[in-house]
């Protein structure tokens, strides 16, 4: 599936696919135990916060919309307590999404592959993001990807713990390096 998906911007009217798209997502990790996303997050003022800003993205097969992800170089207050190898020239990775109907099929992988190459071509040198610290299937994810553990944060009120992770994203941008 993965060769026939494309990520764009997303604009005002995919608002409604894509709250409905959370919407589902939230269903389909409650129902596997993962209790980082509720029926209150993500909701639309996030989402319209973030398309004021330009960083939503979505993957799309043709007009329907099969996920969401939000990149930007806004870190949460928490992740300052992180032992990050590098702070300088950072993007994070929020909100990844896909339609459970969809899952398997590269959304995910097209997704990171987007903000990837997003946050080089932005002059990024890492990626920084975060995730339920019972979200077996985001981690094995992030890890196939590359991207080693940080530490551990609690995020607003929620009684939970997530696992922050860090992804170089040059050779030269390791701790010592320069870009």
Same mark, same amino acid.
């Given at each position: ?8 911007? %997303? ?10 798209? $959370?919407?589902?997502?939230? &269903? ?16 639309? &003022? ?7 800003? +330009? #960083?939503?993205?979505?993957? $799309?097969? +043709?007009?329907?919309?099969?996920? =969401?992800? #939000?990149?930007? #170089? ?14 300088? +020239?950072?993007?994070? =990775? ?16 097209? /997704? ?7 946050? %080089?071509?932005?002059?990024?040198? =890492? ?8 979200? /077996? ?15 551990? =944060? ?7 713990? $997530? ?13 010592? +390096?320069? /870009?």
């Amino acid at each position: 599936m993965s060769d026939a998906l494309r990520v764009a911007a %997303l604009t005002q009217a995919h608002i409604p696919p894509a709250l409905a798209l $959370f919407a589902r997502a939230v &269903a389909a990790m409650r129902a596997h135990g993962y209790m980082q996303w509720s029926a209150a997050y993500p909701n639309a &003022a996030v989402l319209h916060a973030d398309l004021a800003a +330009g #960083t939503v993205y979505g993957a $799309f097969a +043709g007009d329907t919309l099969l996920g =969401v992800v #939000t990149v930007d #170089t806004r870190e949460h207050p928490a992740y300052a307590g992180v032992p990050w190898q590098v702070r300088g +020239g950072v993007y994070c =990775v929020h909100r990844l999404a896909v339609d459970p109907a969809a899952q398997r099929g590269g959304v995910a992988r097209a /997704l990171m592959d987007f903000a990837e190459a997003h946050a %080089l071509r932005g002059g990024g040198r =890492v990626i920084h993001l975060d995730t339920g610290a019972d979200n /077996l299937p985001a981690q094995a994810l992030y890890e196939r990807r590359g991207y080693a553990r940080r530490g551990l =944060v609690r995020l607003d009120e929620r009684d939970m713990r $997530f696992i922050c992770y860090e992804k170089h994203l040059c050779g030269d941008c390791r701790p010592g +390096g320069s /870009l």
